[in-house]
């Protein structure tokens, strides 16, 4: 497939893999997709987004472990998935 930028366009993806943030256009092109996909998934996923902040105040993180802060953003990927 071919992908036909603007030229500014291409003067941020140039400067972006110069300055060392990418490997390739490529790889800044998956990061701006997987960006695109979990704002899509957000807007498109109020009642999921609500639960998790409901839940996260219920217990502040800095009064957790560092093995129940991990537990708990684990609990929170696997829900956000499903």
Same mark, same amino acid.
């Given at each position: ?11 941020? /993806?140039?400067?972006?893999?110069? &300055? ?7 790889? $800044?092109?998956? @990061?701006? +997709? ?14 999921? /987004?609500?639960?998790?902040?409901? &839940? ?7 009064? $957790?472990?560092? @093995?129940? +802060? ?13």
């Amino acid at each position: 497939m071919q992908i036909n930028t603007d030229p500014k366009h291409d003067q941020a /993806i140039r400067d972006a893999v110069a &300055a060392g943030q990418y490997a390739n256009p490529e790889a $800044l092109i998956d @990061d701006l +997709l997987t960006a695109y996909e979990t704002e899509r998934w957000i807007h498109s996923n109020p009642e999921k /987004i609500k639960q998790l902040i409901e &839940a996260s105040e219920q217990t502040p993180l800095t009064d $957790l472990s560092l @093995d129940e +802060l991990r537990d708990r953003m684990t609990a929170t990927i696997n829900r956000a998935a499903s």
